[in-house]
Structure formats: structure tokens, C-alpha cells
Nanobody, 120 residues
Framework: QVQLVESGGGLVQTGGSLRLSCAASGSIFSINAMGWYRQAPGKQRELVAATTRGGSTNFADSVKGRFTISRDNAKNTVYLQMDSLKPEDTGVYYC??????????????WGQGTQVTVSS
């Protein structure tokens, strides 16, 4: 059993900041890529940012220069620091992780999502 639990969402004004956290727990051997996606009402889920175990990062063009992704491998946790937030950043944010379980299987796991609302 593996779980991803997100936290840190909320309501913030335009220009504000939020920090999301996602902690993985359970029968984990290793975690490879971890990332954040978001889904706005009526839109498809889209990649926001991703990071490999070695620290390489990838960002959606819309968040470059405003968002930072980081991870603590010892804590099996990935973070998303969101600065200079805009109303178009509003949505449900999901973390995902490619995990090798203790039994040696590799799966992609998703968190339950956390709401981020940016008011204008």
C-alpha cells in the first residue's frame, strides 16, 4: 500500500504565495520522478512541474519563473512553492510519483488533490 498525501492549498489573493507539500508513505522501495499537475474547472489536467530523483526539473511555460519544485528524498516528499500567483493558477493540484514498491513493482501513484484558489 502506497499513499500520497497533499497539503498546503487554500485561498490567496493575486500576487500571493502558497507552498504545497506531498508526502509519500507505505511500502516504498524508491521514488523516481515526482510532479505536480493541476485541473481547472472544465479543463484537462495539465503538468505544472516535475522533478527527477536526481533533481532535474521541468515546468509548464505558464509557471516558469514563478513556481519552484523541490523534493526531500529522505522524507519521500515533494514541494511546490508558488509565488506571484494569478487567478488562472486556480484549480485542484495533484501530486504524482513513479514509485518502485517493496515488492519490486513500479506504479504511478496520485494524491487526492488540494484546492488552490487565487482571487483577483
Amino acid at each position: 500500500q502506497v499513499q500520497l498525501v497533499e497539503s498546503g492549498g487554500g485561498l490567496v489573493q493575486t500576487g500571493g504565495s502558497l507552498r504545497l507539500s506531498c508526502a509519500a508513505s507505505g511500502s516504498i522501495f524508491s521514488i523516481n520522478a515526482m510532479g505536480w499537475y493541476r485541473q481547472a474547472p472544465g479543463k484537462q489536467r495539465e503538468l505544472v512541474a516535475a522533478t527527477t530523483r536526481g533533481g532535474s526539473t521541468n515546468f509548464a511555460d505558464s509557471v516558469k519563473g514563478r513556481f519552484t519544485i523541490s523534493r526531500d528524498n529522505a522524507k519521500n516528499t515533494v514541494y511546490l512553492q508558488m509565488d506571484s500567483l494569478k487567478p488562472e493558477d486556480t484549480g485542484v493540484y495533484y501530486c504524482d510519483a513513479d514509485i518502485t514498491t517493496s515488492s519490486g513493482s513500479i506504479y504511478r501513484f496520485w494524491g487526492q488533490g488540494t484546492q488552490v484558489t487565487v482571487s483577483s
